[in-house]
């Protein structure tokens, strides 16, 4: 893989040894050095191309370099300027979400996300972060209807059955949430956070054998992990 990321490299390069201002090239060569985990190369680069043309996309691609870096203020700084230049711009709505959420602004977090709504967006992370931050704010009736279309619309996302028990879990909707974690458990069979989360919700019900056989799995599966990361 990072072979194909350093050919794509050398031909932003070519292109840029050309035309030094061409932004196209810049940009894409600063990408494909973030996926290199050449974070300082990356900077220079989104920094030169902001100075052929700030636009709303150019910035966003910036404030991810920032972040990467983890520069978050810079980050915010850089999106907070790309949505003047095109407020209704879905990802740059989406990603100052996802940094509000990180430094806990939650209602601020919340107006991204409905912003990034009325944008015309509507991906299973929007919806499923969306219904996260709404928990956390108490709102779970608010939480459970972003799932529940979240889960509609991308039946096969196993983070959004997950976050759906977990809602329900909170409503005290114990048979609906153990439906819920096993359906994100065929998903993503062996997960441990899934898997004790069911067993908490099995115990709930009073089902206590099949929530020692939860438990019991999930203590194995955390053993079998630590031992292959051991060898």
């Known amino acids: 893989m990072q072979g194909h990321f350093y050919q794509a490299w050398k031909q932003f ?4 040894i050309m035309n030094e201002r061409f932004q196209p090239a810049l940009e894409g ?5 973030l996926q290199m985990s050449q974070y300082y190369s990356a900077m220079l680069d989104m920094n030169r191309a902001v100075t052929v043309r700030p636009t709303a996309d150019i910035l966003n691609n910036r404030a991810v370099v920032h972040y990467y870096m983890g520069d978050l203020a810079n980050a915010m700084r850089d999106l907070s300027s790309a949505r003047q230049h095109k407020p209704r711009h879905s990802l740059v709505l989406f990603n100052m979400a996802t940094i ?7 209602p601020e977090a919340l107006e991204c996300f409905n912003a990034a709504m009325e944008a015309g967006s509507e991906d299973d992370a929007l919806l499923n972060n969306r219904a996260v931050v709404k928990a956390i704010l108490g709102d779970f009736a608010g939480a459970l209807s972003d799932l529940e279309k979240a889960v509609e619309l991308y039946p096969s996302t196993g983070f959004v059955h997950f976050n759906r028990g977990n809602v329900l879990v909170k409503l005290e909707n114990f048979t609906e949430a153990e439906k819920s974690y096993t359906c994100a458990l065929r998903l993503q069979p062996g997960d441990l956070l899934t898997l004790q989360a069911r067993g908490r919700t099995h115990a709930a019900m ?3 054998e099949k929530a020692l056989n939860d438990f019991r799995l999930a203590i194995n599966l955390a053993a079998e992990d630590r031992f292959q990361r051991s060898r």
């Open 13 to 16: 390069s070519s292109a840029v």
């Open 29 to 33: 060569r600063a990408m494909v050095s």
């Open 100 to 106: 509000c959420s990180q430094q806990r602004l939650f």
């Open 206 to 208: 009073g089902e206590k």
